[in-house]
């Protein structure tokens, strides 16, 4: 006989007696009834939780309800609990996506502060390198006597006084005219050179690669990591000589000496404000010399890691750079049309003319090998060379659309090498004084640099890839690299052509050599 609850009628789970109806309750069910009314509820007699005794059974296995007792009430019961697990999930996921959210601001917070902590940093040194540069440039100045009285020279135009900015130690560069010593030293120069070239004649030097053992030359090594990856771009590059050392610079406004025998950097040497867009390494082994369309060329010491001279030449941007053969002296462009004649030494602007002839601004130039004429290139397309003594133009070489890109002479002293915005490098001969030679390149390439090997038999051309040709009537093609990922900025070959360097945007500078 099943137990029944008297208050339920169903079968207890818990069941328990009372002592005073001797009547059989649910025990959850009776307590509460006690706890309410303090009485039993049959014969309304006082009951107490003491008055009721557990009845002890085997477990009840209760029925199913009605609801659970057909197929379709079973499958409405799994969709109930799908559904439940379903907004148990979604409600899972939108925690989570806001716990993501909430990592990602903490990171990006994270990030900002890091970001600020290193501009700190990067500036509080930059000010601390611009003090202790500052120092002994200021010393120096009040050390040197006042400059002589400016020679009488013949120039085009008269230059504006240079504008001092803050922060900024420049030389007074007032043209203190080119005196007999300075223009007997260039044409001595100019002799020896002559003579040397001569003698040398037009054969191939020894030890020169020949172009097939050129087409096998491939990249020997990349390096990445020499400038600034928040402003990318290493825009110049030169060789130091008798040395495996490169000088290159970058839009991170920095110049960096690089080893390429032990692979480290020497050193790095800040100051411009704008990019570097023009290095010169003097064949002193300790000078580099440098320019920026801040409007300044500096004249680095390696050894002291210092600025010898912040020299203010020009107005505009300063748009080219060259050496000249003595050594002593360099040669400078800008967009203010001018160019400028200096004394690396002292720090000294020796002459600045500007072609009246013209509106516009120069690009580039160059020294001949010879160091008495040099050229020069305009934004309007138009290639001039220039007699240095006589300080005017002595030849135009018109014929190429768009702003001159690069120019280049050749070692042998006839040949000289220009290129622009038009998808050609043209060849001149200086003795006839027209163009011998157009190479025509792809669509849409645009030359950045032009450079010849030292005995003048190979042109290497940098653009969206590297080229080197052979100089010769035909001008073939010898090899192409194609190993930077944006277009090459400029182009030098090493010692007797033993290897190539380049640089490029992506911010790599590379190495090509034979295996």
């Known amino acids: ?66 609801t659970a007792t057909s197929i379709p009430a079973i499958l409405k019961i799994l969709q109930d609990e799908w559904d439940a697990c379903m907004l148990h999930s979604y409600t899972l996921r939108q925690q989570l996506q806001m716990t993501r959210q909430e990592l990602s601001y903490a990171l990006y917070q994270h990030d900002a502060a890091c970001r600020v902590i290193a501009r700190q940093d990067k500036e509080v040194t930059a000010a601390r390198e611009a003090l202790a540069t500052l120092k002994p440039q200021a010393a120096l100045a009040a050390q040197q006597p006042a400059a002589p009285a400016p020679a009488p020279v013949h120039v085009a135009a008269p230059a504006e006084p240079a504008r001092p900015e803050p922060m900024e130690v420049e030389t007074q560069l007032v043209p203190i005219g080119l005196s007999d010593e300075v223009l007997q030293q260039l044409q001595q120069t100019h002799v020896k050179l002559t003579s040397l070239r001569k003698k040398r004649g037009k054969e191939m030097p020894e030890g020169l690669p020949t172009a097939q053992q050129l087409k096998h030359y491939t990249q020997t090594s990349s390096h990445p990591g020499l400038h600034s990856a928040s402003l990318p771009g290493i825009l110049c590059l030169d060789l130091l000589p008798n040395t495996k050392r490169t000088v290159t610079g970058g839009a991170d406004r920095n110049i960096v000496v690089f080893d390429k025998e032990n692979e480290k950097i020497v050193c790095t040497l800040k100051g411009h404000t704008k990019k570097v867009t023009n290095v010169v390494a003097h064949p002193n082994e300790k000078t580099i010399i440098s320019a920026s369309p801040d409007s300044h060329v500096r004249i680095w010491d390696i050894g002291e890691e210092t600025c010898k001279h912040t020299l203010r030449i ?187 360097a380049s640089v490029s945007n992506d911010r790599t500078l590379k190495f090509y050599a034979a295996n």
């Open 314 to 500: 020009h107005d505009g941007p300063v748009t080219g750079l060259s050496l000249h053969p003595t050594g002593d002296y360099m040669l400078s462009c800008s967009a203010d049309q001018h160019w400028g004649f200096s004394d690396i030494e002292h720090g000294k602007l020796l002459c600045k003319v500007a072609d009246q002839s013209v509106s516009h601004g120069l690009t580039c130039c160059q020294f001949h090998p010879d160091g008495l004429i040099f050229g020069t290139g305009t934004s309007d397309s138009l290639v001039k060379i220039w007699d240095f003594k006589e300080q005017k133009s002595a030849a135009n070489f018109p014929g190429h659309s768009g702003p001159i890109s690069a120019i280049a002479f050749s070692e042998n002293g006839y040949y000289l090498a220009t290129s622009a915005d038009d998808e050609v490098v043209k060849l001149w001969d200086l003795r006839k004084l027209r163009n011998f030679k157009t190479i025509s390149l792809d669509d849409k390439y645009t030359v950045r640099g032009l450079t010849f090997d030292n005995s003048g038999h190979y042109l290497a051309v940098a653009g969206p890839d590297v080229r080197v040709y052979q100089i010769s009537k035909q001008c073939d093609l010898v090899v192409t690299w194609d190993a930077h990922t944006q277009d090459s900025t400029d182009v030098r070959f090493g010692p007797d052509v033993n290897y190539v």
């Open 1 to 66: 006989m099943a137990m029944i609850c008297s208050l339920s009628n169903e079968v207890p789970e818990e069941p328990v007696i009372s002592l005073t109806s001797k009547h059989i309750f649910e025990k959850r069910l009776l307590e509460k009834y006690i706890s309410e009314n303090g009485t039993d509820p049959i014969n309304g007699e006082p009951l107490s939780d003491e008055q009721i005794v557990p009845i002890n059974t085997s477990p009840v296995q209760r029925p199913r309800p009605p």
